[in-house]
């Protein structure tokens, strides 16, 4: 079936690097999604990346695609009180049907 | 810079009743998504409009939920008899004609059914 997999809870120090995990399931996923969620806000898109590559970095995110074992990762480098926030996996499965893990909530302390 | 938009931004309801909620996607998105998410969940994808046709719908819509979008532009998302269960955030968000499908959100309604 489909299912995005994520551990929902990361704690780091300010200046640490975070590094958020994901699981999918649908190998013909054709890109893959990180969001950011504040509280009482919408989902802001972060980054993403397109299946064939491996790696694709962004300022101070890098995601990593291992597409063999279905594992997107996410790194947050020198990460800021203001990177606190959850953080969600999703991926395109059937059709147009975007599918989001359950978050990861990131913890930022000063 | 005119993001999606959605109203209202908070709603709160007699279980019963009925309730609408209206979403303005970026003006040349042509496609647009209703999502439900609820506490401590990621958003769960309720249905997928390309212009004015709706294409999929999640079986998480049940027969009281109705979604419209008449003219391609704005839709609307109608849950009649409302349910405590129904309490959640309505997100929608739209995108553009482009390979990556790339989804922007709007800030949602939260629907909260006494």
């Known amino acids: 079936g489909e299912d995005v997999e994520q551990s929902l809870f990361l704690s780091v120090r300010e200046g640490d690097s975070s590094v958020i995990n994901c699981t999918y399931t649908d190998s013909s996923s054709t890109y893959l999604y990180w969001y950011k969620q504040e509280p009482g806000a919408g989902l802001q898109l972060l980054t993403y990346?397109?299946?064939?590559?491996d790696m694709k970095q962004d300022q101070r995110l890098t995601v990593l695609l291992n597409k063999k074992d279905k594992h997107l990762s996410l790194r947050i480098a020198d990460t800021q009180t203001g990177d606190s926030a959850i953080y969600f996996c999703?991926?395109?499965?059937?059709?147009?049907?975007?599918?989001f893990g359950a978050g990861t909530r990131l913890f930022v302390k000063a | 810079d005119t993001g999606v938009s959605q109203d209202p931004r908070h709603k709160i309801t007699k279980r019963g009743q009925n309730v609408t909620f209206r979403c303005d996607p970026i003006?040349?998105?042509?496609?647009l998504y209703w999502y439900r998410q609820t506490l401590g969940q990621g958003p769960e994808f309720l249905t997928y409009f390309q212009n004015e046709a709706q294409l999929e719908k999640s079986r998480l819509l049940s027969d009281r939920f109705s979604a419209e979008r008449p003219k391609g532009s704005f839709s609307t998302l109608e849950i009649q008899r409302t349910e405590q269960g129904d309490s959640a955030m309505y997100l929608c968000?739209?995108?553009?004609?482009?390979?990556?499908?790339?989804?922007?959100f709007g800030p949602g309604t939260r629907l909260t059914v006494l």
């Open positions: 999703a991926e395109i499965g059937g059709g147009f049907k975007t599918i």
């Open positions: 968000a739209s995108s553009g004609r482009t390979s990556t499908d790339t989804q922007y």
């Open positions: 990346i397109f299946s064939n590559m």
């Open positions: 003006s040349e998105h042509n496609r």
